[in-house]
Each structure stands twice: as structure tokens, then as C-alpha cells.
């Protein structure tokens, strides 16, 4: 024991020697955590995902604003922590969590968790303004984001408050409008019309009209060409283009990334070769016919222009990958439907922002958090208690099932120890049988279905813990009640976070085996 407490103060002042790492996530929420300064940059992206759970990192990157031009500056994983060039606030190095590889069709998507990234990342452009889109198609992704987050239309009152704190409208559109309760009443009506849809297809339908916006999915660099001229270049797994600063709809120039030859950067100086009329050519036809043409923008920040080279260059080995994995589907799964994918995210979380508002303040429950919204007699505060309760049932049946198949298992045995002891007792002994022990080829049965269950119980006590920390917000309560509530909330709590440990734990065997 005198061990083990010298080695658990010695880990408190290795991690007090530690500096602070913060990562801004998608849906507001921030992930602290210490490491060493030599760690690699990798160790920092593999901790925020596996703390948010996604399977397809591929697709995501880490990134900050860089003061100089105002652009996101994307982190490179392979370097170690002490050689980036960080932003800090507080001593605390400031990090922010994107998607940085877009895809053509959600349907290629194998994770929930990934589709909501893309979902969250798609509202925060929306709501930057970095996706352009009329009034009328705000009103409908707003109303699509409030049916995602409450579900039916209960009363105004609900919808205003959430639509006040999430990131559902951009400032722009309420300065269109005389007031902010005609453009609220103009997404209730919205979203009065969407009541039964399902939280998955709320979301498939966010992202499909979001997909279609033009700029989805690119990534902008603002310089100016040899004259002085400012542009915007945009660079995607499509390629490189320019636009206009006033039109980022219709680029001016298109280059495919089979067009072109080679990118560059020296200095301030970003530079493509493009290979024109080389389509459907040998590599020797190239050569004899086809002519190259050299184009070049220029900034006043040499970091800006070896950003844009690497993301061309990162963008373009994206591109290449999926190449590869389309002429080989036997690489990758194939694409699912939509109703599979909307089955899946209408399951895997109550709601993407109820979580958020309850965790943003450091926890589940903060009882320095913002005023809730739930208050006793409305539907929503009913509906807290019956999510509750439909958790609690589900658990309860859960357990009867796991009593049936451990009654069945132990009626079997019963069953082959008689059978075997009739047969030793009715005939002669059968000489001793050698065995040989071998490794076997795949993980036993026992250890998936162990696995199964515990994704089960994860999935039911995440639900437990949702409703209790919205009961224990409810308004109006005597102090031993909400005494005895928070206690619940921290109880679940608990068990959620031993749950968490045992399920990682079997799945890093099943992964080793």
C-alpha cells in the first residue's frame, strides 16, 4: 500500500509538470487534458477521439485560428507537441476538432458518431456563415435542428429558448427582420410540420440540403494574384478553384486534381502546374502534346501559403485514397442506405444539444449551469420522467433476459452432469483421453457476447443518466429531494463511467486477439 501511494504522488507531480491541452469540440463542449510535451500530436487527436467515440477518424483533423489572415491553420499529427506553434489562452493551449476530408454521399459513412460530426460540423458553417443559404432555407435547417433536439412540437416557448442558445440561425438573418419573433414564428411553423419524424432523419435531411449548398466542403484561402487582385482559392477532394470575393458559388477557375502536374510554395508564393488536354493520354502522349501552364497567388504571410501547399497536398492524397478504395471495394465496406443510417442515429443519443447544455459547464450536471428549461407541468418535464422510466423498463428486461439464459445454462449442466454420472455408473471406465490445448484461431463466443452486453447496458444507462440529470433540474423541489436527486445523478454517473472502463477494456482484447 506505501508503494502504491508513492506512486500515485508521483504521478500527481509528473502531471502537475504536464501542460494543459483544450480542444474545442464540435457541439460547444471543450476537452481538457495533460500531456507530456514530447507526446506526439497523434496521442492528443487519439484521446478527443476516443472520448467522443468515433470509429472513422480518417475523416477529422485538429486545427486553430491563426491571428495573422484569419484562417484555420491544420495541425500536422506526426510532429510531437513541443515543436507546434499552439495559441495559448491562460497558459492553456487552444485547440479546435473538425472534419477536414469531405465525402460526396453520407451514404459511405459506416459510424452514427461520424454522421453527427459531419451534422454539427455542417450547422456551425451554417450558422458562421461560411455555407450561404436564403432565409427560407434557414427557417427549414432551423426547424429540422429543433426537431432534432426536442423532437415533437410541444410549445413555443420550448422552441424559442433553444433556438435563442444553440447555433440553429446566423446573426445576419435577424437583421433582415424588423423583429426576432418573426423569424422565430417562421421556424416554429417549419417545424410544427415536421412532428413524427424520427431524430435520424432530421438529421439525414439537415445534411442533405447542406451538401447541396455551394462551398460545402472547401476550404478557403484568401490571397491575390501578380496584379494585386484578391481571391479566394478553395481546395476539396474535387480539386483547386478560385472565386471572386463576391461569388463563391461559381468558381472562376476549376482545376481537377487529375489536371494537374505538381503544386509548389517558396515564401509567399503558391504555385499549380495544370496539364491541359492530357485527358485520356499515356503518360508518354503527356508528354509529346500536352502543354502545362503555371498559376500562382501570392500573400503577405508565408505561413498562410505553406499551409494552403500542404492542404493541397493532404487533399489530394485523400483523393487519391478514395480512387484506390473505388477500384477495390473488397478495401472498405460498401455504401449503406439512408434508412439504415437513420435507424442507427435515431438510436444512438437522445440528443446531440440537451447533452451539451447539461455538459458545458465540465459535467453531466453543473449546478452552476444555465437556467433550464424544464419545469414542472410542461410536456418536455413530463417526458423526462417517462424517458426515465422507459430506461429503467428497458434494464428490468434486460436483467429477466439474462436470468432466463443463465437459468437455461444452469438446467443444461444439471442435465450433462446426471447423463455422466449414469454412464459412469452403468458401464466400465473408459480409459483417460489426452487433449491437446490450442490456441484458438478467433475470439470465443463468450467474450462478443460479453462485449454485446455490455453495448447494451452502456446505451441503457447513458438514457438513465440523461433523465436523471433532467429531473434533478426541475424546479420547485424541497432540499432533501434535490439532495437525493443529485445523489442519483452522481450514482449513475458512476456506474456509466465503470461501464465506459469494462467495455473499452474488452474491446481493446477483442481487438488483440
Known amino acids: 500500500l506505501s508503494y502504491y501511494n508513492e506512486y500515485k504522488s508521483y504521478l500527481r507531480v509528473m502531471a502537475s509538470h504536464c501542460p494543459t491541452y483544450t480542444v474545442m469540440l464540435l457541439d460547444g463542449r471543450q476537452y481538457s487534458c495533460r500531456l507530456s510535451s514530447k507526446s506526439c500530436t497523434e496521442d492528443l487527436f487519439d484521446n478527443v477521439i476516443a472520448y467522443l467515440g468515433i470509429q472513422e477518424k480518417e475523416y477529422f483533423g485538429l486545427c486553430y485560428i491563426s491571428e495573422p489572415g484569419k484562417y484555420r491553420e491544420w495541425v500536422s499529427l506526426e510532429k510531437r507537441l513541443c515543436e507546434q506553434d499552439f495559441p495559448k489562452r491562460n497558459h492553456e493551449s487552444i485547440l479546435h476538432f473538425a472534419v477536414k476530408y469531405y465525402i460526396d454521399s453520407i451514404c459511405w459513412l459506416h459510424d452514427p458518431t461520424t454522421v453527427e ?87 439525414i435531411n439537415y445534411l442533405n440540403k447542406s451538401t447541396e449548398l455551394r462551398g460545402y466542403g472547401v476550404h478557403y484561402y484568401q490571397v491575390k494574384d501578380k496584379n494585386g487582385i484578391p481571391w479566394l482559392v478553395g481546395m476539396s477532394p474535387r480539386g483547386i478553384a478560385q472565386y471572386s470575393l463576391q461569388n463563391t458559388y461559381h468558381p472562376v477557375l476549376m482545376f481537377k486534381w487529375n489536371e494537374l502536374d505538381n503544386v509548389y510554395f517558396r515564401d509567399k508564393k503558391f504555385s499549380i502546374e495544370v496539364n491541359q488536354g492530357s485527358d485520356g493520354m499515356s503518360a508518354v502522349q503527356k508528354k509529346q502534346y500536352s502543354s502545362v501552364l503555371m498559376y500562382a497567388w501570392y500573400s503577405p504571410y508565408s505561413k498562410l501559403i505553406k499551409s494552403m501547399w500542404q492542404m493541397a497536398v493532404h487533399q489530394h492524397q485523400f483523393y487519391l485514397e478514395k480512387k484506390v478504395n473505388a477500384a477495390s471495394r473488397m478495401r472498405v465496406p460498401g455504401a449503406r442506405s439512408l434508412n439504415d443510417i437513420v435507424a442507427e442515429l435515431s438510436t444512438s443519443m437522445i440528443s446531440l444539444d440537451t447533452v451539451d447544455q447539461d455538459s458545458r459547464n465540465g459535467g453531466m450536471f453543473d449546478s452552476k449551469s444555465e437556467e433550464s428549461i424544464l419545469c414542472p407541468g410542461t410536456p418536455t418535464f413530463g417526458s423526462a420522467k417517462q424517458d426515465l422510466l422507459s430506461a429503467l423498463q428497458e434494464q428490468r428486461q434486460f436483467l429477466l433476459n439474462k436470468r432466463d439464459e443463465l437459468q437455461n445454462t444452469l438446467s443444461t449442466l444439471d442435465k450433462e452432469e446426471n447423463d455422466i454420472r449414469g454412464n459412469v455408473e452403468a458401464g466400465p471406465v473408459s480409459p483417460p483421453q489426452v487433449f491437446q490445448i490450442h490456441q484458438p484461431d478467433t475470439m470465443p463466443n463468450t467474450t462478443v457476447d460479453v462485449v454485446s452486453r455490455l453495448e447494451l447496458e452502456y446505451e441503457i444507462q447513458k438514457k438513465i443518466i440523461h433523465a436523471a440529470v433532467r429531473l434533478a433540474k426541475e424546479k420547485g423541489m424541497n432540499k432533501n429531494v434535490k439532495k437525493e436527486r443529485h445523489a442519483a445523478v452522481q450514482r449513475a454517473q458512476v456506474l456509466y463511467l465503470s461501464l465506459s472502463l469494462s467495455l473499452c477494456l474488452r474491446l481493446i482484447l477483442l481487438s488483440n486477439t
Open 117 to 203: 460530426q459531419f451534422y454539427l460540423q455542417a450547422r456551425e458553417a451554417i450558422h458562421t456563415e461560411k455555407l450561404e443559404c436564403n432565409c427560407d432555407l434557414m427557417f427549414k435547417l432551423a426547424a429540422l435542428g429543433l426537431q432534432e433536439i426536442l423532437g415533437d412540437y410541444t410549445y413555443d416557448d420550448a422552441a424559442i429558448k433553444i433556438l435563442k442558445k444553440s447555433n440553429l440561425v446566423s446573426v445576419s438573418v435577424f437583421n433582415k427582420f424588423t423583429s426576432a419573433y418573426l423569424v422565430y414564428s417562421e421556424i416554429i411553423r417549419h417545424y410544427k410540420s415536421l412532428v413524427g419524424w424520427s431524430r435520424g432523419k432530421a438529421i
